[in-house]
């Protein structure tokens, strides 16, 4: 399994000198590339925010919507407030120079989503089994349908006491899928539709939509496959950084409290490799398009 991780020796985010074509592979192959050197800086009068009491605790995390300037789940004076938004901000330009950098190809097609800071220790949370992410799961949300449009995720570890965020790794998604497809039947007709009307979704349910929920449910409900099914524990230490396609590679936040994370969406035909991608594998699978 740890050929699930491919190391990469880069100390800056703009990526000068890698492999774009064999990093991209791997990368849509889901695989975790792993940048142990490279840190996100912050300042001195920053160290200040590494404290889960600027949370407004109505949110497990600190969010800062790009498209109206604004930042959520926080709370402060509006001098700290503006510093701290400042700082998630600057995560954000880092992350997107990282990988527009790394992946040139992608530059036209990303669609750049929200940017958090968490504050908060993963452990001791207290959640439904759905919500729980420290069981393994890939990513799928219930009220935003996405059509198979790819969910890339930027993670940082800023710990001050150089605590490694826990992570578990699983399997490739093609062995998932075969693992539950055939228990996951077909939604039932006009479903999409009621729940897009009852304003239940924030638009039409496709059938891909309605598989990676049941993947995400079926995954997070099995302790034989949380216990035994194969996989990779390692601990990300402060001052690295990770990626992955969440909706993609299975993993669990086991431990760890102050690390970043940049969401950006990628089509499908935005991939080098969009037959590796979870909507195509699984239409192979079922043998019919599941996007309209």
Known sequence: MQERLISVELDDWQANGVDS?????ALEDGKVLYFPKLAFAMSEAEQRFLSP??????????GYDGAIDKLKGAQGDAADLAALKAMVKRYRESSINLITSLFPHYRQHLRIAQ?????SRVEGRVSSWRKDDSRLHVDAFPS???????????????NPQGEPRQWRVGQRFDDVAARYLGQIGRP????AALMNALHITKSRRSEYDHIMLQLHDRMKADPDYQANSPQLAFGFPPGSTWVCFSDQTPHAAMGGQFMFEQTLHLPVNGLHHPECSPLRVLERMRGYRLVA
């Open 21 to 25: 074509a064999a990093l991209a592979a």
């Open 53 to 62: 009491a600027w949370s407004d605790g109505k949110a497990k995390n600190i």
């Open 115 to 119: 940017t958090s800071f968490r504050p």
């Open 144 to 158: 935003r349908p996405n059509h198979g449009e790819r969910i890339l995720r930027v993670f940082n570890n800023v």
């Open 188 to 191: 039932l007709p006009g479903s």
